[in-house]
């Protein structure tokens, strides 16, 4: 199965240095969390395809083909900042130290995707490997910790170092503390 470039946050990993704008790449850049009603105006139905590839990782435990292969993933359940509903996002998933994270790159756009804000606003996450589902506590790293994490993160993904040259914010990084049965 063949996916668009823009689908979910993963998309620059693969096609790092190459230019994938369109309007509903640039419309996604803005909020990976999508929603029913997300559809571009070709009719494209992005919230459905991206719940297609989830429903694919969650069914092969967390294993994608195609430009996926190899990539290490996770969904990423939030709880909409405006809408109070729950949000799944797709993203690449990073361990550094034993510690789990994330990267708010939206591929080097200048505003944070929407799941970043999701998580500021309620740090009460739920994190899906494929292989392993637990409840976390987000904590956002500032400063030299996010400067070490972000840095080691570019040693397995040159991508995010050319998305943050991208873009004048500093691109957030995201860690996970498990809460809960199993910590």
Not at 39 to 66: P, V, Y
Not at 79 to 100: M, N, Q, T, W
Not at 149 to 173: D, N
Request: net charge negative.
């Amino acid at each position: 199965m063949c996916y668009p470039f823009c689908v979910i946050g993963l998309r620059g990993f693969v096609v790092s240095g190459h230019t994938v704008l369109s309007l509903h790449c640039a419309r996604f850049y803005e909020r990976t969390a999508l929603t029913e009603e997300d559809t571009d105006h070709s009719g494209f139905d992005i919230a459905a395809s991206q719940r297609d590839i989830i429903e694919e990782f969650r069914q092969n435990d967390g294993k994608l083909g195609g430009m996926f292969e190899g990539w290490t993933l996770c969904v990423l359940t939030t709880i909409g900042a405006k809408s109070g509903r729950r949000r799944e996002s797709l993203l690449g998933y990073f361990e550094v130290d034993g510690r789990p994270l994330v990267v708010a790159s939206a591929m080097g756009s200048d505003t944070n995707p929407a799941w970043y804000h999701n998580v500021r606003n309620n740090p009460d996450v739920t994190v899906e490997t494929g292989t392993d589902t637990y409840r976390a506590i987000a904590t956002i790293p500032e400063g030299e910790e996010r400067d070490a994490l972000f840095a080691r993160v570019v040693e397995q993904a040159p991508g995010m170092g050319e998305y943050q040259a991208r873009t004048s914010r500093t691109i957030p990084v995201v860690t996970f503390t498990r809460v809960g049965a199993g910590v």
